[in-house]
Structure formats: structure tokens, C-alpha cells
């Protein structure tokens, strides 16, 4: 089994694949974005709403965020970026913790 996964290389095509795939998930993204700022813009232009507010402008914040530790898995090891892209990581995993909107609740 070994000496088959060694032998074992994946095909250009399985990257082309897995490239289109991640295109669409970001794609997706993009779209619960663009559908958070029109619920924010909405909210904002009633004049209330303070929690849908704070709300989008978390899930704003989520999307973002997984955007970035998208970008940065894709680093690899063998990438002079990937120290940098490794402390982004880190960097985002605090963040999340930070952001979380019952922690200012909590703090109020």
C-alpha cells in the first residue's frame, strides 16, 4: 500500500477540477456577501434595526474571514509565504474568538 501511494500523482486534470470547484465556493461567497450588504444597506437606510446591523456586519466579517483562510490553506509548505500564511491562520482563528457577538453582548 505504501509503495502505491508513493508511485500514486494526481492528474492535472484533478487540479483543474478542484480549481473550478474552489472557484464556485468562492463565487458563493461573494454572493452571501453582496447579500449581506444589501440586508445591512436595507437596515441602515430604515433607520433601525441595530441588531440586524450588528448581525450582517458580523456575517460580513465570518465571510471575509473565510475568504482569507481560504487564500492562506492554499499555501503550501514549500512556499516562501507559507510562515506568513500560517500566521494568518493563527491571526483568524483569534479573531474569531474576538468577533463572536455574544462575547460583546456578554461584556455589556
Excluded at 449581506?36 to 440586524?52: D, H, I, S, V, Y
Amino acid at each position: 500500500m505504501t509503495r502505491e501511494l508513493k508511485e500514486w500523482r494526481p492528474s492535472i486534470e484533478s487540479f483543474e477540477q478542484a480549481a473550478v470547484r474552489l472557484a464556485a465556493e468562492a463565487a458563493r461567497v461573494v454572493e452571501r456577501a453582496r447579500a449581506e450588504q444589501e440586508r445591512l444597506a436595507t437596515a441602515e437606510a430604515a433607520g433601525g434595526g441595530e441588531g440586524a446591523r450588528f448581525s450582517a456586519s458580523w456575517r460580513l466579517r465570518m465571510l471575509a474571514r473565510s475568504m482569507q483562510r481560504a487564500q492562506s490553506v492554499m499555501v503550501t509548505p514549500t512556499d516562501e509565504r507559507y510562515t506568513a500564511a500560517s500566521e494568518v491562520l493563527r491571526w483568524l482563528d483569534e479573531e474569531d474568538g474576538r468577533d463572536a457577538p455574544w462575547r460583546a453582548e456578554e461584556a455589556a
